[in-house]
């Protein structure tokens, strides 16, 4: 075999090799997650949803396998990252809002993207829940995934360069349907 066709022959290969590499990686980086994570809003009120109501509108707009925390379970939430051996897209809902901080990074710390970190309608009225969201963002969560609604007690103004939701009926609870059609189009 000449030398021509001994470069030619590695030449190619090597090309071979770099694009099959690529593809894998472009794949793996590519591949949306298949389960939502949702620590929820109060569920305790006159006309609060309680977590699997919430589940079922989130999940009705996402078609995605959603496992629901209440509100009051960030360590559970963060166990279930710790655990997990795969990325999740995971959605905090008005009161879960405020452990926006932690959870992006818990996330962070496994690697995971924050671009699947949501944060729906978050209680922006609350100097803790704000401050937390501030610092998510900070850390890399993008500020179109703060979803706000009319007013701050719904996440108006806590960042710049938000999504609103669009009017909905009922208020509030609907956004949660709406944030799994974002992610069903993403």
Not at 37 to 63: M, T
Not at 101 to 130: C, F, H, Q
Not at 167 to 177: D, F, G, K, T, V
Request: glycine share 8%; charged share 20%; net charge positive.
């Amino acid at each position: 075999m000449g030398i021509k066709t001994k470069i030619i022959v590695s030449a190619s290969a090597l090309i071979v090799v770099t694009l099959a590499w690529y593809f894998l990686w472009y794949k793996k980086i590519n591949k949306k997650p298949k389960t939502i994570f949702l620590l929820g809003g109060l569920d305790y009120r006159s006309g609060d949803k309680n977590i699997d109501e919430q589940v079922a509108l989130l999940k009705k707009g996402s078609n995605l396998e959603v496992k629901g925390f209440r509100y009051n379970n960030s360590k559970g939430l963060i166990s279930a990252i710790n655990e997990s051996n795969k990325p999740m897209y995971i959605v905090l809902f008005s009161k879960g809002g405020q452990y926006s901080n932690e959870i992006a990074k818990a996330m962070k710390s496994k690697d995971y993207p924050l671009l699947y970190l949501y944060i729906v309608e978050p209680y922006a009225k609350s100097t803790n829940t704000s401050t937390s969201i501030k610092s998510a963002v900070e850390l890399g969560v993008p500020n179109k995934n703060v979803i706000v609604g009319e007013s701050s007690s719904v996440g108006k103004g806590v960042v710049n360069n938000t999504t609103d939701t669009p009017y909905c009926s009922p208020l509030h609870w609907c956004s949660l349907e709406m944030v799994g059609n974002i992610l069903l189009t993403k």
